[in-house]
C-alpha cells in the first residue's frame, strides 16, 4: 500500500471530514483533499489525481451513492477503490452500495482500528 | 371555557343529531312526506358542515396558541442566550451551530495537543537508548556531559509541554458545555413537536371521521427504494431491517462474496 496516495474525503459536516483526515494521517496517510458533497466530489476526482475516495453516504446535493454510482460508470475511474463511511445502517442499503461497487463499508460510529482493518483489506485485494 | 368544552363535544353531539336526523328522515320517507325527507337531508349536511368548521377552527386555534406559547417561552426565557431565538428552526440552527464550534474547538486543541505528545514521546525514546548505554557502562566521559544537558533541556521541556497538554485537556473539557445548552434547546424543541402532535393527531382524528362520513377509502402507499440517505437509525437493536454494527455490516458483506 502506497502511504503517498492522494485521497478524497467527501462529507458534509467539516467536523466528520477533520477526524477522518485525522485518522487517515495516523495511519501514515497525509496526502488527503476534501469535498462536502458528490457535487464537488466528482469534478476533483475527474482530475485523476486521486488513488483512493472515502464517502459519506447522506450528503445534500449529490450523494454518496450517486458519487459510487457515478465513478462506476465514468471509463477513467471506474476501478477506482471506494470506501463508505456512513451511518446509513439498513441491510437494504449495504446490499445496494456493494452492487453499486463499493469497496468497503464502514458504519458510524466508527473507530481508528475498524478505518484502518477496512483500508488495508481493500488494498490487499487490489495488490494481490 | 364553556365554548371549548362545547366544541370537543361537538363530534359527539353530531352523531346524536344524525342519529335523531335519521330517524325523522325514515318517518317522513314512509310517511311519503318527500319535502319534509329533503330538507331533513339538507338539515342533516348542515350539520355535518358546522361540526367540521367548528372542529377545524378549533384545531387551528389550539395550533396556533402552542406556536404563540412557544415564542412567549423564548421571550421569558432567562437564559441570555435564548432570547434571541424566535422559533424551533432557529433554535435547532443555534443547535448545529453550538455542536459545530464545540467539535471544531476540541479538534483544534487536540490537532495542538498532539505534536507535544509525539515530542515528548520521541525525545523520551532517544534519551532511554543513551540511558541504557549509561547503565551498562558504555559511556565516554564527554558523551556523559552531553546526556546531562540534553537530559536537563529534556526535563524542563517535559514540564512545559505537560502543562500545556494539561491546560489544553481542561480548555477541552469546558468545551462540553455546549451539551447543557443544546439539551436545553431541544427539550424545548421536543415540548413543542409533542404540542403539535397531540393537534394533529386531532387532525388526523377528525380527517378519518369525514373520511368515515363520506365513505372515502385511502390508498397509501409506502415507497422505499433503499437508495434513499436516511441518516442514523434508531433502536437498531430492536429492528430485523438494519444492523446492529459494523459485525454486521462485515457479516452481510462476507455473504455477499467481499
Known sequence: MNKDMKILVVDDFSTMRRIIKNLLRDLGFSNTDEADDGNTALPMLQTGKYDFLVTDWNMPGMTGIELLQHVRADESLKTLPVLMVTAEAKRDQIVAAAQAGVNGYVVKPFTAAVLKEKIEKIFERIDS | MTEVKQMSDSSMEFEETLKAQATQLKEMLDSGNMSGALSIISDLNN???????????????????????????????????????????????????????????????????????????????????????????????????????????????????????????????????FQDLTGQVINRVMGLVKDVELSLVELVRMAGKVDELTGTVHQLEKQETGIEGEGPQLHAEKREDLVAGQDDVDDLLSSLGF
Open chain 2, 47 to 177: 350539520t355535518r358542515d358546522k361540526t367540521l368548521y367548528i372542529e377545524v377552527g378549533r384545531l387551528t386555534r389550539s395550533l396556533h396558541e402552542s406556536i404563540r406559547n412557544f415564542h412567549i417561552d423564548s421571550a421569558n426565557s432567562p437564559d441570555t442566550d435564548l432570547n434571541s431565538i424566535e422559533d424551533a428552526s432557529d433554535r435547532l440552527a443555534y443547535v448545529v451551530d453550538m455542536t459545530n464550534k464545540a467539535a471544531n474547538k476540541t479538534l483544534d486543541l487536540v490537532e495542538a495537543t498532539m505534536p507535544y505528545a509525539s515530542g515528548i514521546s520521541n525525545e523520551a525514546q532517544q534519551l532511554k537508548e543513551d540511558w541504557t548505554r549509561l547503565q551498562k557502562k558504555q559511556m565516554k566521559p564527554e558523551e556523559f556531559r552531553i546526556l546531562t544537558a540534553t537530559m536537563g533541556t529534556f526535563l524542563a521541556k517535559l514540564s512545559d509541554d505537560s502543562d500545556k497538554v494539561y491546560a489544553n485537556l481542561s480548555e477541552i473539557l469546558l468545551t462540553q458545555d
